[in-house]
């Protein structure tokens, strides 16, 4: 393993750029993956492995056995201090991959789509990603002022499920629902028909709000709106819970149609 020790090595600078940097990571089509958990998830998914980048620690321990798992993909041990410059966590576990950001495909073949607008915490992002792939959703489409699917904060809050999913970035959400050519639905607090009411067997989408503003009057016009029935005393729930809720009453529906 080629070892570094310098911040002004060009390989650090060009790590550094991607674990900070949006610009970089865009430019590129490169990100970064942070511990065994990730790496794993990506490695079953078929991802390219541009690098192995370890720490010090990382490098002593049993996670360099990963350069046997993935032999094509060059690997680099930086001192700890400079790792730990490259990742969000407070306790690295010493392991991250460069790989390719995977592209998606065309919608024309999904069956159950979210539409995200201007979701801006990363983690908010990564947990609703997490949702959608737990529910099976086929693909998320992200408007342009969302947070940055592919940052490593993101990745960390899908715990895998950018890998599970085709993510859109930079979608004209309006737009969009015209061509999916089916159902896209939206809650909204004025609504008279309730979620238990909707069908949600056929092709489907969902679009989810920012975290405060909720959707943009454009993307409610051409949404179908309901309402999350609460009992509760609570005006609204967190976004990642409410897809929560949306997401796995159709996976209910679809249950329902299976025999016993």
């Known amino acids: 393993m080629k070892a570094i020790s310098s911040r002004d090595n060009p390989l650090y600078k060009e790590l550094l750029g991607l674990a900070t940097e949006r610009r970089a990571r865009r430019q590129s089509n490169h990100t970064l993956l942070d511990g065994p958990h990730l790496l794993q998830a990506g490695?079953?998914?078929?991802?390219?492995?541009?690098?192995?980048?370890f720490s010090e620690t990382g490098a002593a321990g049993e996670l360099a056995n990963w350069c046997r798992r993935v032999p094509q993909a060059p690997a680099c041990v930086l001192p700890n201090a400079l790792f730990n410059a490259l990742t969000p966590v407070e306790t690295p576990v010493g392991m991250l991959a460069?790989?390719?950001?995977?592209?998606?495909?065309?919608?024309?073949?999904?069956?159950?789509i979210v539409l995200l607008e201007s979701i801006q915490d990363p983690g908010n992002l990564g947990a609703l990603l997490r949702v959608a792939a737990a529910a099976g959703a086929d693909a998320v489409h992200l408007s342009q002022g969302c947070a940055e699917a592919w940052s490593p904060k993101c990745l960390r809050g899908g715990q895998g499920a950018h890998f599970q999913l085709r993510i859109h970035e930079s979608v004209d959400l309006p737009a969009l629902t015209q061509r999916f050519e089916a159902p896209i639905?939206?809650?909204s607090l004025g609504a008279s028909v309730t979620l238990f009411d909707l069908d949600l067997r056929g092709r489907v989408g969902f679009a989810f709000g920012n975290e405060g503003a909720g959707l943009s009057p454009q993307?409610?016009?051409?949404?179908?709106?309901?309402?999350?029935?609460?009992?509760?005393?609570?005006?609204?729930?967190?976004?990642?819970?409410?897809?929560?809720?949306?997401?796995?009453?159709?996976v209910r529906q679809l249950r329902n149609l299976k025999p016993a």
């Open 185 to 187: 639905y939206a809650a």
């Open 219 to 250: 993307l409610c016009a051409v949404a179908r709106p309901f309402i999350i029935p609460m009992p509760g005393k609570v005006e609204s729930l967190n976004v990642a819970t409410a897809a929560a809720v949306c997401l796995f009453e159709r």
């Open 43 to 53: 490695l079953e998914a078929g991802v390219v492995f541009r690098r192995l980048v």
């Open 98 to 112: 460069l790989i390719d950001i995977p592209q998606p495909t065309d919608i024309d073949r999904d069956d159950c």
